[in-house]
């Protein structure tokens, strides 16, 4: 049996792939504004991926995950919209939509000032490292869903997270802490 998502990837009517976006918008945006930075580039990234997912939802596969379909073209996207720019200008990491209220100023300085220093460690990485960083710690995907995404072979995947753990790591991140440390201690991959 089909489940509900796949139905709406392959409904010809409208309303059906609407609700699909409402189910997934706010993980597409997300990916897009980690990736490219920007809040506007973000929305157009992400009506991008959405339209560009209608038009070719006749060749989803009911095998793949839908979330990680939509995240694929996404990622495709702003890989690509990165290769075209020079210079990143990263937006803050948190998940919490901007409407939503904030912390207080003690707290609010502090996330501010890790979100820059993030925002400064990603952009030492290259598109694929910071895609796939992005992917696997903000959207907690598993190396196989990576590779899905991306295109690349898993060993790529690994590699490429790897190699950016490695610049990472080798960083003075104020929160990093433990996180540096599991860092080192995975596995190599070759």
Known sequence: MQKPGHRRVSAQDRDAFAVL????????????????????????????????????????????????????IAAHHCIDA?????????????DRPLAEPGPGPEAALLQSETEAELRRLLDRLK????????????????????????GASPDAVRTRLYRARRRLAGSDLPSAGAEAGEWRNEPRAV
């Open 21 to 72: 976006v409402e189910e997934h918008q706010v993980a597409v945006y997300n990916l897009c504004c980690r990736m490219l930075g920007d809040p506007h580039l973000a929305e157009d990234a992400a009506q991008e991926t959405f339209l560009r997912a209608f038009r070719s939802r006749g060749s989803f596969d009911p095998a793949r995950s839908v979330r990680t379909w939509l995240l694929s």
């Open 127 to 150: 598109p694929d490292e910071r895609a796939a960083i992005v992917l696997r710690y903000w959207h907690d995907l598993s190396i196989e869903e990576i590779a899905e995404v991306t």
């Open 82 to 94: 990165l290769r075209r720019r020079a210079r990143l200008a990263w937006l803050p990491l948190g």
